[in-house]
């Protein structure tokens, strides 16, 4: 997780590097979705580690009924008992599923919402890229290769949302 961190971070700041060097005002305009994207992964992070935190107290409860009835199945059998367990045994299991199925519902919602806000630095970049070429003569290949670049420029953004997601949910198993 620490290794993919400090790898992401590297090649944001490396392309980031590159892209001014290419042109200053395209990669400004590059950088103004990331805001948006930190303000939505903190928003986030609060919501979901609060949901995989109950789908792991969930878990718990699961894992402790089957202990329970594993230590004791001789004593469920001979009570003929065994419909009633399976019974609980399955409304614990539908309550962590339920409460895993919220967790990932909002993580269902942030992804794609990284994803189309980088989106739109791109279609911001051909925008005033392609104003700054018709007004200041900025060059294709310089539009081109900065188009390219964004590519690697938006991947550990994307990269790091993942481990931000990965890294609430072991936060709540902790």
């Not at 042109?23 to 580690?49: D, E, H, M, W, Y």
């Not at 993580?107 to 189309?116: C, L, N, R, Y």
Request: net charge negative.
């Amino acid at each position: 997780m620490i290794s993919e961190t400090i790898t992401n971070l590297a090649t944001f700041a490396g392309v980031l590097i590159v892209l001014l060097t290419i042109n200053a005002k395209l990669a400004l305009i590059t950088c103004a979705p990331i805001p948006l994207i930190l303000i939505s992964g903190v928003i986030f992070s609060k919501q979901v580690r609060l949901f995989f935190r109950v789908s792991q107290s969930k878990m718990g409860e699961l894992n402790g009924k089957l202990q329970d009835n594993l230590s004791g199945v001789h004593e469920i059998q001979s009570f003929g008992r065994e419909e009633y367990e399976t019974g609980r045994v399955d409304e614990k299991n539908f309550d962590h599923v339920r409460a895993m199925l919220q967790a990932l519902k909002i993580s269902a919602v942030f992804h794609p919402s990284v994803e189309f806000v980088s989106s739109l630095g791109t279609v911001l970049v051909v925008g005033f890229g392609g104003y700054l070429a018709y007004r200041d003569g900025l060059s294709v290949e310089d539009i081109v290769s900065f188009l390219l670049y964004l590519n690697l420029f938006y991947a550990p953004v994307t990269g790091l949302a993942t481990l931000l997601e990965n890294m609430q949910q072991s936060l709540a198993g902790a």
